[in-house]
């Protein structure tokens, strides 16, 4: 059986005087050699170098800008319009890709035409240097997970950041939730958008490590409670005519799902469904099904 025609994947990377991190992102996705990527590069008119940075690489960029804009999200939305291919997804100029990355994402949506948004359920993080410092794990995404805020802190029981850097998603799903980043929102911009998504598809989780956020000391020290907020805000907004399960949040709160012997049961009881795609047999991917909390 012949493998599916790699899908064209849009990658758009936003930058503004990243110039210290900004070329490794970029050869962490250029270098890949995917045969079907399309790169933009929105730059907001910085001055450190970053335009040489990427005025460099030009032949293998599809389209790219330095000039002032309205931030982050006016940036993507800028590079987004801008993108034709079927997949979508963002890196920000600190952040990095592994080499397996874009094929990766490739081959899963092009064999599985019935996914609509698909994130790693590895998160991961790294030094200022580019060193990996760790892979945590998420044990899946669901809608009501997301609407009872546990991939926030201070949720009953937190299942982890849903990690923009390694989120991937098909135009058809990006055009049916409004197709923009609301640019209203100076960090929060990403979790709007997986609200508006999960009211249209749940995500299908890999275990598969897809990308890495950097952290460093330029990163503003107000940015986690300023990105909460905002993102709290989101949550209250997405879940107002909703009803949670009773029984979930007993579990949850009680901590019984945490005894020993209690956690599957309490899972089939009363835990959230998801979808992982992994490696199956002969190597092929496959998707399953998940019962977790």
């Given at each position: 059986?012949?493998?599916?025609?790699p899908?064209?994947?849009?990658?758009?990377?936003?930058?503004?005087?990243?110039?210290?991190?900004?070329?490794?992102?970029l050869?962490s996705?250029?270098?890949?050699n995917?045969?079907?990527?399309?790169?933009?590069v929105?730059?907001?008119?910085?001055?450190?170098?970053?335009?040489?940075?990427i005025?460099?690489?030009a032949?293998?960029?599809?389209?790219?800008?330095?000039?002032?804009?309205?931030?982050?999200?006016?940036a993507?939305?800028?590079?987004?319009?801008?993108?034709?291919?079927?997949i979508?997804?963002?890196?920000?100029?600190?952040d990095?890709?592994?080499?397996w990355?874009?094929r990766t994402?490739?081959?899963?949506?092009?064999?599985f035409?019935e996914i609509?948004?698909l994130a790693?359920?590895?998160?991961?993080?790294?030094?200022p240097?580019?060193?990996c410092?760790?892979?945590?794990r998420?044990?899946?995404?669901?809608?009501?997970?997301?609407?009872?805020?546990?991939?926030?802190?201070?949720a009953a029981?937190?299942?982890?950041w849903?990690?923009?850097?390694a989120?991937?998603?098909?135009?058809?799903?990006?055009e049916?939730?409004?197709?923009?980043?609301?640019?209203?929102?100076?960090?929060?911009?990403d979790?709007?958008?997986?609200?508006?998504?999960?009211a249209?598809a749940e995500?299908?989780?890999?275990?598969?490590?897809?990308?890495g956020?950097?952290t460093?000391?330029?990163?503003?020290?107000?940015?986690?409670?300023d990105?909460?907020?905002?993102?709290r805000?989101?949550?209250?907004?997405a879940?107002?005519?909703?009803?949670?399960?009773?029984?979930?949040a007993?579990?949850?709160?009680t901590?019984?799902?945490?005894?020993?012997?209690?956690?599957g049961?309490?899972a089939r009881?009363?835990?959230?469904?998801?979808?992982?795609?992994g490696?199956?047999?002969?190597?092929?991917w496959?998707i399953?099904?998940?019962?977790?909390?």
């Amino acid at each position: 059986m012949n493998a599916p025609d790699p899908p064209v994947i849009s990658l758009v990377m936003p930058s503004f005087n990243q110039a210290p991190f900004l070329a490794a992102a970029l050869d962490s996705v250029l270098g890949q050699n995917y045969p079907r990527l399309e790169a933009l590069v929105v730059d907001g008119g910085s001055d450190d170098g970053s335009r040489e940075i990427i005025a460099g690489r030009a032949n293998r960029i599809s389209w790219w800008c330095s000039e002032p804009d309205g931030g982050l999200y006016a940036a993507l939305n800028k590079g987004f319009a801008r993108s034709t291919g079927e997949i979508m997804g963002w890196l920000n100029s600190d952040d990095l890709h592994f080499p397996w990355t874009l094929r990766t994402v490739g081959e899963i949506f092009a064999r599985f035409p019935e996914i609509e948004w698909l994130a790693s359920l590895a998160p991961t993080q790294w030094s200022p240097a580019g060193h990996c410092r760790g892979v945590t794990r998420i044990e899946g995404y669901s809608r009501d997970a997301f609407l009872d805020g546990a991939y926030l802190p201070g949720a009953a029981r937190p299942l982890g950041w849903i990690p923009q850097e390694a989120v991937f998603w098909r135009r058809s799903l990006w055009e049916k939730s409004g197709a923009h980043l609301d640019d209203s929102l100076r960090l929060a911009g990403d979790f709007e958008l997986w609200a508006r998504f999960f009211a249209h598809a749940e995500p299908v989780g890999t275990p598969a490590p897809l990308a890495g956020f950097r952290t460093h000391a330029a990163q503003k020290s107000r940015a986690l409670e300023d990105y909460l907020g905002e993102a709290r805000a989101v949550l209250h907004r997405a879940r107002a005519a909703r009803r949670p399960s009773p029984a979930r949040a007993f579990l949850q709160r009680t901590r019984l799902c945490d005894l020993p012997g209690l956690r599957g049961p309490a899972a089939r009881l009363a835990g959230y469904t998801g979808r992982q795609v992994g490696p199956g047999p002969a190597d092929e991917w496959q998707i399953k099904s998940l019962r977790f909390l």
